[in-house]
């Protein structure tokens, strides 16, 4: 099992240094279709873009995004063998932040101001001071490029590899995280700690009746936005809470257009997770996190919590889902994805 590891400094700043220098190409026009964009504006020219420790982990080590609307001051053409610089650049809430960046990222940025596209400057990279630069990524109309010296072959291209249709998409909902975790979550890649054992299966039979009778069982209808593969070879959709993984189904066709019932499990917390898994159900290699559903709490006489037996409809979009070629392990603080709409939710009296 592959397992990612934190970046030393000093491969994090071999990424960064291989963002620099300036390209030197003459800009796009403003109708440049986006590959045109990412090549003009992350061009490597005639070097080697070099090792990398990979497009995602390095992003997830960003842990503050900026979006930047206009620039004040700023040192944009290296001397030498100097071309990071500081910089005065305004953010969309009209704040001035002071930055240190490198002057290959000046065309990209210059560029996209000019055409009205987002701008994103990743702060906080493990390795380095808080105020640098470590990357910078546009949002066009209708997708995403990074810019600096080699950012198509580092960033752009793996990114779309990774998540396809959906890359714009979770680009956007990482400039929102603000951790590591958080970051991981979005991206899909936190690390998978070996497990001890199996984690327990919640169904009657698995040998684990003791525990069951602790927990509440939720009814649950699904219905998925669009198949992800054809009967047992597509991904299984399933359940999950702290103490283990309840029943799974398939994501096919006939989820997707008549829906699919099935059993889940919660403790007093309430809180049911969704996710789905590989076509083998292997549970100690959990894929894609969607989402969490927060059940109805209640209070016995005793001021106890407890959840009464509750019948759950959700439809979850899967038209956006890339299945990573790693797995993630759940965590206690994982973002929302936002895959998951509750349709209706009956406590069974």
């Known amino acids: 099992m592959r397992r ?22 003459a800009a796009p026009p403003s109708d440049a279709s986006d590959s045109e964009l990412a090549a003009s504006f992350g061009s490597c020219g005639s070097d080697d873009p070099g ?15 900026q979006q930047v609307t206009a620039v004040e001051d700023a040192v944009r053409q290296g001397k030498g063998d100097q071309h990071t610089y ?46 640098t630069v470590g990357t910078v990524m546009v949002l066009t109309p209708q997708d995403v490029f990074f810019a600096g010296r080699c950012a198509d072959d580092i960033f752009t291209k793996p990114v779309h590899a990774a998540y396809g249709a959906a890359t714009r998409d979770v680009m956007t909902r990482l400039t929102s995280a603000t951790t590591k975790t958080a970051a991981q979550a979005v991206l899909g890649t936190t690390p998978v700690p070996t497990p001890s054992d199996v984690p327990p299966i919640l169904a009657p039979g698995e040998g684990h009746d003791e525990l069951l009778a602790t927990l509440t069982s939720v009814s649950i209808h699904a219905t998925i936005s669009k198949a992800l593969g054809v009967g047992e070879t597509s991904p299984a959709l399933c359940t999950h809470i702290a ?3 309840s029943d799974c189904i398939s994501t096919d066709d006939r989820t997707a257009t008549k829906g699919f019932d099935f059993t889940g499990y919660v403790d007093t917390d309430g809180k049911l997770e969704f996710w789905l898994l590989g076509e083998d159900t292997d549970v ?9 559903v927060q059940l109805p709490i209640e209070r016995d006489p005793a001021n106890r919590k407890k959840i009464p037996p509750t ?23 994982m973002a929302d994805p936002g895959y998951i709409h509750v349709e209706s939710m009956t406590p069974q009296r």
């Open 243 to 245: 103490a283990g993984w």
């Open 51 to 65: 090792e990398s420790s990979g497009a995602q982990s390095f992003l997830s080590t960003i842990t503050s995004w």
């Open 86 to 131: 500081p910089a005065t650049m305004v953010t969309t809430s009209e704040s001035r932040i002071e930055v240190r960046i490198h002057d290959s990222f000046w065309p990209g940025i210059d560029w996209a101001l000019a055409h009205d596209d987002p701008v994103w400057i990743g702060l906080g990279v493990a390795g380095f001071d808080p105020d």
């Open 284 to 292: 100690t290699k959990p894929l894609v996190y969607l989402g969490t």
């Open 311 to 333: 019948s759950v409809s959700v439809a979850i979009d899967t038209a956006k889902i890339s299945i990573p070629d790693e797995p993630r392990s759940p965590a206690p603080d």
């Open 4 to 25: 990612t590891t934190l970046m030393p400094a000093a491969v994090v700043m071999a990424m960064v240094t291989a963002l620099a220098a300036c390209a030197g190409a």
